[in-house]
Every structure is written in structure tokens, then in C-alpha cells.
């Protein structure tokens, strides 16, 4: 996903010379064009996310729209009160790409999991936020809010080779996108997760569980009303993300399913404690988490989205 | 108030203290500190260049002094009497510390430690840009303490940014003592040096060595400058200077009239 939407940011830049990019000190081996082309608009700000924040709300107050680039973690947690009080106080068109949400930096550890990201942003006013599935919908999703008047937050998964190549790009601002219809359960999820999500969904339909599938890239603004409409067709929905169970997506669908007065199951998928003092890769912390495919089949099955058999549950357990 | 008050530094204190007492409001020591600072800057460097898109940038990112950018831009003609009467009534445009939406407030402050880094960023655009515009920022000496604005003077260094001019109200008081006994900052024009700024130590309430210093940013240097003035906290309120109380205690009605008269007395 990432080497897309950077290759799209560099067509930007090529393209707008209001387009700024300012990373701490990351991005090697990935930003080298958009330095070797654009030298007097690509800044390396140094180990310093803080004033990062600080300078792209300066940079946009006087007309530029500015891209801070870093590691989802601290491009959005270390600089949040400047975010805040800078880029979303004064609606400035800053643009936050946190690279390599979740569990994406595998072993290299807590420090470097964005896991409460997509929540931090999502509870800013004017924020809009976007977690896209794969470097066709993030390329699309650049392309419909580069340009948009406030504060915009990236969350751009690391790995270039995971896709759901039947999304096809697709991406609308305020929008989910439905990838399947079903009626025993919806699945929603969100970042580049859905590809786990996805497969999940093919399961379940293969063991004659009819589900919706839908990509929901925007959180905010949030498709409210489109969320509404498809958890009220089904009994059971859950939520797919690699981010805490608070304040991302599996919150946004509760608040609309309470707000809604949404008679719905809800089990929002992700990761319930501090995931420290263990290492792994990506796919074990995944499957750890219970977030992989097979893992997320089993939430369904064993909250009864469906009509239940004996033996039917597939081992998930950490290898 | 006077109608039709120049900017004059006992002008800059009588509003300070007739706005804090009408509004029951602290922070007057901080204000009273930055006073002859924001009556050189807004009078005698940055007049006539604070509108349009190659304006001058003013941030105070000591926020908490926000009376004293008020009292400038009312003093100075860029803000109504009308609009500096709303200083914290319910719903007004001037609270406590600055908040951006009306002209002569560039950014919302408040919080210590960020109006460097938003303000090294106009001047970044600047410089992108190439544009000559200056942007002047305020700082207490406290925001020193802040990592961020550390951030902010080693990058504004590394790009050469000589339009920015940082002044750090060394008043060496800060909300919880003297800076010395929370963290001492010492040879604050060393400090600065170090990370690549052209630093110069001047008199914060002699108009004439701040007016030099303000003006640094129009000599052609390579290098951002620091001003560190050096001032007296509650300075031109002599029962108020020096004394911690006035970071945060309002007048009495009494205080009030003794203040007055000790502004009076002293000009």
C-alpha cells in the first residue's frame, strides 16, 4: 500500500507546488524520489514529530498543504496536542500519514504498533480519517481528500503485497464500500486488515453463512447512515480492525447501532490488552489478537451468526 | 480608556490593568512583562506590514499574556474598542489567551511550547516560497523548559530561516517559582547559540536596544535570531513586580486604583 500512495503523493507534487512533505527522519529507501525531485519542498524535520505537527499547521496557515510522514505511532501519538491545538483547532489542511498501522513492524515491538490511532484522530472535530485496505484504494482515497479544506489522517499499511483485489479501488469520501450482500451477518472492517476479513467472509459463505462484506476506509466522516442501514438487516455483526477495541471502528459501529436503536449483535474484533513483553511477526501478533481469517470465522461461529453444527470450529491458536 | 491613545508603554500597562480588573482576570505580571516588547514591535517594526498574504507574523506563544497583544492591537488602531471590551465576556472573541479568527492573532495559544514550531513553520512557507516577510514570536522563559521548542530552534537553525526572530521574555519567573529553582536556564543567550541561532541579550524595557534587536531580521544574516529579553515580571506596577502572586491573582478594587496610580506615578 505504501509504495502506491507515495508514488501518488509524488504525482501531487509534481503536480501542485503547494504540496509540502516533511518526514522525522523516516522513510528510507521510500521518499529518496520525492527528495531527488522536489528538494526545496521535501524536508527531513529530523527526529522531531512534535514540532513536525508544529511546522505543517504553519505551513498551511500560510497556503501550503503539508504531508508529516512517519510511523503511524509517532506521527500521531507524540504530536497529538500539536495536531490538536494546530491542524484541527484551526481546520488547516495538514495531512497526517501514519505508515504501518496495527501490527504491521511486527517484531519490532509495542513502540512501533499503532493501535489507538484511527480513535485519537476519529474523536477530532473536522478530522477526516482514512484507513484504506489495500495501494488501489489508498491511491483513490489520496486522490478524493488531498485537497479538502481540513486536517486529513492516513493510516497506509507498510506491506505493498497485500490487496482485495475485488474492492478495485474503490473509495468514496463519507462512504462504505459493499463489497457483498448477506443476511445471516455483516462484516465491516477497516485498514489493511480487510484482507483477513475478506477471506473470512469467503469461508463463512462456503460454510453456508450468508454474510455482507463492507470496506469501510472513511471513518469520518463516518457513513453513519449506510451502517445503520446494513447492521439492520442482520442479526449479527462484527468489526475487524488492528487497533484496540476502543475508539475505532468497532466503537463507531456501536454508537450508531445504540444511536440507531439497532436491535443487532455486535463483536468488534481487535486487540483487547497491551500487546508487551512477547514478541512476534505481524501474522502471529494477528492470529494472537484472533484478528487473522480463520480466527475471525470462528468469532461468527461462536456468537451463532448462523445456523451451528458440531465440529465446525477451525483451530486458531497461535503457532 | 483614552480615545485616540498612542502606543506608548504606560498606555500598553493602563489597558492591561483596566481590561484585567473589568474582566476580574489574572496573568497581569506575565502581560505587564511583554509590555514594552509588543509597544516596539507593533509600533516600530512590524506597523503597516500585518495584512495581506506577505503580512508579518506576530505569534505569542505565551498566550498567557494575551492583554498585552490585545492592549497593542487595540492601541495601534488593528483592534475596536468595541472588540477589546469582549476580553472574557461570555461569547466574545478575546479570552484568556489568544485565539486565531480575528485579525492580529495568527494562531490560538495557550498551551507552552508549540507557537515556535507554528511560527518556524510560517516562516518555512516563507522561505519555500521565497518570500521576505518576517515572523516575530513571543516566548516566556518557561517555554524553554518545553522539548518542542528545542525541536522547533534546531530545524528554524538547520534552514537558515533569518526572518525569524524569537524574543524570550527572560522575566526568570515562572508560575511555581523562580526558574532558577524549577529549571534553571542560565545563559539563556548561550543556549541559543549553541543550536545556531544569532543570539543577542537585551534590556526588555529599554525601547531603543529592543528596537535593534527586532530589526536583526532585516540585516541579511543566515542565521534565525533570539532576543533574550531580559525583563522584570509585573514590570511598571511596582507592588506587583517581581512578586509571584501576579502570574495568576486578579486585582481587588483597591489593587486596582493603587496600580493606576502607580502607572500614573511612574509616567
Known amino acids: 500500500m505504501r509504495a502506491e500512495f507515495v508514488g501518488a503523493l509524488h504525482q501531487l507534487m509534481d503536480q501542485d507546488d503547494r504540496v509540502v512533505l ?199 466522516p463516518a457513513p453513519r447512515d449506510e451502517i445503520a442501514s446494513l447492521v439492520d438487516s442482520v442479526p449479527l455483526v462484527l468489526t475487524v480492525e488492528t487497533h484496540y477495541v476502543v475508539g475505532g471502528l468497532g466503537s463507531l459501529v456501536a454508537e450508531v447501532i445504540a444511536e440507531a436503536g439497532v436491535g443487532c449483535r455486535l463483536i468488534r474484533a481487535g486487540v483487547d490488552a497491551v500487546p508487551d513483553r512477547y514478541s512476534g511477526g505481524q501474522p502471529y501478533m494477528e492470529r494472537r489478537f484472533r484478528l487473522d481469517a480463520t480466527s475471525l470465522v470462528n468469532r461468527v461461529l461462536e456468537a451463532g451468526g448462523a445456523p451451528r453444527q458440531s465440529g465446525r470450529e477451525v483451530s486458531s491458536r497461535p503457532r | 480608556m483614552v480615545a485616540g491613545a498612542l502606543l506608548t508603554s504606560s498606555e500598553i500597562r493602563r489597558v492591561i490593568l483596566d481590561r484585567a480588573h473589568a474582566a476580574n482576570e489574572g496573568h497581569i505580571g506575565s502581560a505587564l512583562s511583554i509590555a514594552d516588547i509588543m509597544v516596539v514591535l507593533y509600533r516600530d517594526v512590524v506597523a503597516g506590514r500585518l495584512h495581506g498574504a506577505t503580512r508579518d507574523r506576530v505569534v505569542l506563544s505565551k498566550g498567557h499574556a494575551a492583554l498585552a497583544l490585545y492592549a497593542a492591537l487595540y492601541l495601534s488602531g488593528e483592534l475596536s474598542e468595541a472588540m477589546l471590551n469582549e476580553y472574557c465576556e461570555d461569547g466574545g472573541r478575546l479570552g484568556v489567551h489568544p485565539q486565531h479568527g480575528i485579525d492580529g492573532v495568527e494562531f490560538t495559544t495557550g498551551s507552552l511550547g508549540q507557537g515556535l514550531s507554528f511560527a518556524t513553520g510560517c516562516a518555512l512557507a516563507a522561505q519555500v516560497s521565497g518570500e521576505q516577510w518576517r515572523t516575530f514570536v513571543i516566548c516566556s522563559d518557561a517555554e524553554c523548559d518545553e522539548g518542542s521548542t528545542w525541536e522547533a530552534a534546531m530545524f528554524a537553525a538547520q534552514r537558515r530561516l533569518p526572518r525569524l526572530v524569537t524574543v524570550i521574555d527572560y522575566n526568570q519567573q515562572q508560575a511555581m517559582g523562580d526558574t532558577d529553582a524549577v529549571i534553571s536556564l542560565g545563559d539563556l543567550r548561550s543556549r541559543w547559540e549553541a543550536v545556531g541561532w544569532f543570539a543577542v541579550d537585551v534590556d526588555g524595557h529599554d525601547e531603543t536596544s529592543l528596537e535593534a534587536a527586532l530589526r536583526l531580521a532585516d540585516q541579511g544574516r543566515t542565521q534565525p535570531i533570539a532576543v533574550i529579553a531580559h525583563t522584570t515580571f509585573g514590570k511598571g506596577v511596582p507592588f506587583m513586580e517581581r512578586q509571584l502572586r501576579w502570574h495568576y491573582s486578579s486585582m481587588s478594587d483597591q489593587e486596582y486604583v493603587r496600580a493606576i496610580n502607580s502607572l500614573g506615578a511612574a509616567t
Open chain 1, 22 to 220: 516533511l518526514t522525522a527522519d523516516l522513510g528510507f529507501h521510500v521518499l529518496e524520489p520525492l527528495f531527488d525531485a522536489h528538494p526545496r519542498r521535501a524536508i527531513n524535520v529530523g527526529v522531531a514529530e512534535q514540532n513536525m505537527a508544529g511546522l505543517a499547521a504553519g505551513l498551511a496557515h500560510s497556503g501550503r498543504i503539508p504531508f508529516i510522514y512517519s510511523i503511524a505511532t509517532f506521527a500521531t501519538l507524540r504530536g497529538y496536542e500539536f495536531i490538536r491545538n494546530g491542524a484541527v483547532v484551526h481546520g488547516l489542511p495538514v495531512r497526517v500519514v501514519g505508515i504501518g498501522g496495527g501490527f504491521e513492524y511486527g517484531a519490532a515491538g509495542i513502540s512501533h504498533y499503532a493501535l489507538e490511532d484511527l480513535g485519537l484522530m476519529r474523536i477530532q472535530p473536522g478530522m477526516t480519517v482514512l484507513a484504506p485496505a489495500d495501494g488501489a484504494q489508498a491511491v483513490t482515497a489520496l486522490l478524493a481528500s488531498w485537497d479538502l479544506p481540513g486536517p486529513v489522517y492516513y493510516r497506509i499499511g507498510k506491506d505493498d503485497r497485500r490487496s482485495l483485489p475485488e474492492l478495485k479501488g474503490r473509495f468514496r469520501l463519507g462512504h462504505l464500500e459493499i463489497l457483498r450482500h448477506g443476511t445471516d451477518a455483516a462484516v465491516l472492517a477497516t485498514g489493511a486488515i480487510a484482507t483477513e476479513a475478506a477471506t473470512a467472509c469467503s469461508q463463512l459463505e462456503a460454510m453456508g453463512i450468508s454474510c455482507t462484506f463492507a470496506m469501510a476506509a472513511c471513518l469520518a
